[in-house]
């Protein structure tokens, strides 16, 4: 992927990994533009002399008035990245956390279908372009803390899969990324072994400007969750990460 002289959306752009990939793909030579709901948070990046669209993920006539303005004002738009996530706690032995499933599953899973739904048939027209998607190692390696979120990111890992196999011939590519913990948005105060969000962006981009770019954009990081399974270790490791059950309200530590 050339980084140099793309026309790229980042949906979810407006914090942690988002904002600093908006950073680096302007700093590349690029034309970015961001779309979010935190009004400060797009006021900042308009300061910085990005393109900015108020998109909540969650609200099908958003996406679409956003898709509309942003082809209003960039109709070369040539790569969609959906961002747009959250990550909620869950006891799984208390009903009420199925509004945090909920929650989670709408922004996550629906947000990233609705983004995608809504900027396919201009990049099917152009003939050219490509959808980067976000899941996480979580996908591939459950934190039992946070089901839904996992669940989430695993369906739309699988959902990546199916766009891809659909768009073949289109010329429009799909390209997942996969971050580890990453040290922003507070999971540095939790783990204190996420990675930097400089050295994540920076690996980041270096793969994603490989040619041919991978299907699978994988950090070393994150190699371990994404490969769980293959190398035997995902038993092990899942037993491990349980033990952040005791984080959950209401567990004994």
Known sequence: M??????????????????????????????????????????????????????????????????????????????VVTMSGVMLLEDLRDPTHFEAAQATIDTNLVGTIRVIDAFTPHLVRRGAGTFITVTSGIAFLPFPPMPSYAASKAAVHAYSEALRAQLDGTGVDVVELVPPAVATAGQEEVNPHALPLDDFATEAMRLLSANPTPREILVQRVLTHRWAERDGTYDDLVAQRSQALAMLPGRKS
Do not use: C, K
């Open 2 to 79: 050339d980084l140099s002289n793309r026309t790229v959306l980042i949906v979810g752009g407006t914090s942690g990994v988002g904002r600093e990939l908006a950073r680096r793909f302007a700093a590349a030579g690029s034309t970015v533009a961001v779309g979010g709901r935190s009004p400060q948070a797009l006021s900042e990046l308009a300061g910085e002399g990005f393109g900015t669209f108020r998109i909540d993920v969650t609200d099908s006539a958003s996406v679409a008035s956003g898709r509309d303005a942003v082809l209003a004002r960039y109709p070369g738009l040539d790569t």
